[in-house]
């Protein structure tokens, strides 16, 4: 017959939570994840030398032939004027499919339904090989860079228009029965609680748009993808430059949740307990 085990007592609790507290419950379990996640890549008997042979190239710490940027760096080229641009777009599109305006309505809806419907490779190849027909030369880059903002416009665009009109319409009213301008409350009240709904979704975008980035590489852009492929043929070692480009992705869009983080602190500073 077992001994009777009475519960741990509330100092040992305590102490316990001192000692692997939530932060470090958390770190350790990133840690052990992370541990399991290297082991299954090093089981795939990867030979080093070529990673860090082609690394420099990926990472886009050497120029391409052409004199302009290569691998990630290119990558970052791409969806930093591609991001900006969608913001652009998404948030007048938003605008448009809130106002009285039947026209701007009408575009803005069929910009978002076209956009939003049809596959980001057709809208590349049609943008790059479509626009000459009309006597339009897009160079890859910048097909990339247009296919990329209107695709990604058009979600953010409902994004945008969902977080402004999430906001309770007593704050509009509220601000209308101190005085202040339309404009004046769509700046300074209702955008910036818009935000702490609008920024999760938005950063999940960007994200996806940093890996849809590698599309762009069957018009021959030497970002990360194209180059991965290249160097895995040319060597017969795709696996190590596969796993290699997986890692500067894994990183890049780990970069970008760092930076969602800190918005959302910003922007959710008001509804902290």
């Known amino acids: 017959m077992s001994a009777y085990q009475p519960p741990p007592s509330q100092a040992t609790r305590t102490l316990g939570q001192r000692l692997f507290g939530f932060r470090t419950r958390l770190y350790l379990t990133w840690a052990a994840l992370l541990v399991m996640f290297v082991g299954f890549f090093l089981s795939f008997d ?17 120029l391409a032939p052409n004199g302009f940027l290569q691998g990630a760096a290119l990558t970052l080229f791409l969806c930093l004027c591609s991001m900006l641009s969608s913001v652009i777009l998404g948030f007048a599109a938003a605008l ?5 305006s039947a026209v701007a309505l009408g575009i803005a809806s069929f910009y978002t339904s076209f956009f939003r419907g049809t596959p980001l490779l057709i809208q590349i190849l049609l943008i790059y090989l479509g626009l000459p027909q009309i006597g339009v030369v897009p160079g890859a880059i910048s097909a990339g860079i247009i296919a990329l903002s209107l695709n990604y416009g058009a979600y953010l665009s409902e994004i945008f228009r969902a977080g402004i009109i999430g906001v309770a319409p007593g704050q509009r009213q509220a601000a209308m029965a101190l005085g202040m301008r339309p404009r004046a409350i769509f700046w300074h009240i ?10 999760p979704p938005s950063a999940n975008q960007f994200i996806s748009m940093l890996k ?10 030497w970002e990360v993808m194209f180059l991965a492929q290249s160097y895995g043929r040319s060597s017969y070692r795709y696996l190590e430059m596969l796993t290699t480009a997986a890692a500067i992705y894994w990183l890049l869009s780990f970069a970008l949740e760092l930076l969602q983080v800190r918005l959302e602190r910003h922007y959710g500073k008001g509804y902290r307990h």
């Open 46 to 62: 990867l030979k080093f030398s070529i990673i860090l042979d082609k690394l420099p190239n990926l990472l886009g710490l050497h």
């Open 96 to 100: 448009a499919r809130l106002s009285n």
């Open 190 to 199: 209702t955008l910036p609680q818009a935000m702490r709904t609008i920024i």
């Open 212 to 221: 849809d980035s590698s599309l762009i590489s069957v018009m021959g852009v």
